[in-house]
């Protein structure tokens, strides 16, 4: 369980969502809340602490932790005391929620306990993902309570290196159309994600490098997170679409899959 030690590393972010309060508490600690915005699979075994919660992208990609704090609809902590970083080694998440100006603000502080030469290189990483979670938590209050997200995924290797990788996916040849390798926050784009039937986004999360967080509002803000993994030049490419629309995730469903492919496949062709 939780532990009064001093955290070995710590990550703090905050966002301001026009959503209630209560909309964002059920969010962070309901599995369909969850599953909306953060994980696709998502298990809460009961309200209230010492509650188990799951979390995964697929079923080899699992996380589990216990509701270590509870007081709705202020605070909840994860806690996860597995030793996955090594042994006496734990993390723990905390999202505090207020009120402030008129808006909830939901702050996440995540907690490294125990000593492991990973953390500097995970914690890289977490601070990709929460950006961007954090930004899908928001457009999910404020655009999407009442749907159900789909997810479409991919997870593909990457066969360049990491600065080549990212512009080109950033270009023509990757998912822009008539891109040029380079984008910056707020920039509009032309995503190809049907073959010769380019649509608007805009990039809203940009880590370059990293990670790319796109709304798509021809597609009723669905949004594309691709995280470019880990930090060394062999890595692995995340394509997370998430569509809160039945009938367009059906039809995109197999034309993403085959332009995430096609990132891939031209760069092994040049």
């Not at 909309?23 to 188990?52: C, D, M, Q, R, Y």
């Amino acid at each position: 369980m939780s532990t009064t030690k001093k955290p070995e590393l710590t990550l703090d972010l905050q966002v301001d969502i026009d959503a209630p309060i209560e909309a964002a508490w059920k969010a962070l600690t309901e599995a369909p809340g969850l599953a909306n915005w953060f994980a696709p699979i998502s298990e809460v075994s009961a309200p209230g602490a010492g509650a188990t919660v799951k979390n995964g992208w697929s079923e080899e990609m699992m996380m589990s932790g216990t509701v270590d704090a509870w007081e709705a609809p202020k605070h909840v902590r994860w806690f996860d005391d597995s030793g996955w970083m090594g042994p006496g080694t734990a993390l723990a998440v905390d999202y505090f929620l207020t009120t402030e100006n008129g808006k909830t603000r939901v702050r996440l502080v995540q907690s490294a306990f125990g000593a492991s030469e990973g953390w500097d290189d995970l914690f890289d990483g977490l601070e990709t993902g929460w950006t961007y979670f954090l930004y899908n938590l928001r457009v999910y209050l404020e655009k999407h309570v009442g749907r159900t997200r789909r997810m479409i995924s991919e997870r593909l290797e990457a066969t360049m290196p990491r600065q080549a990788f990212w512009k080109h996916l950033l270009s023509g040849a990757g998912l822009v159309a008539g891109g040029k390798g380079s984008v910056k926050a707020g920039d509009a784009v032309q995503l190809t994600l049907t073959e010769g039937v380019p649509v608007r986004a805009v990039a809203e999360v940009v880590v370059e490098g990293h990670g790319l967080g796109l709304r798509i509002p021809d597609l009723a803000d669905a949004l594309l997170f691709i995280e470019l993994e880990g930090k060394s030049d062999k890595f692995h490419v995340g394509y997370w679409f998430s569509v809160y629309d039945d009938a367009k995730a059906k039809a995109l469903d197999t034309p993403a899959r085959h332009a995430f492919t096609r990132v891939h496949e031209a760069v092994k062709a040049s």
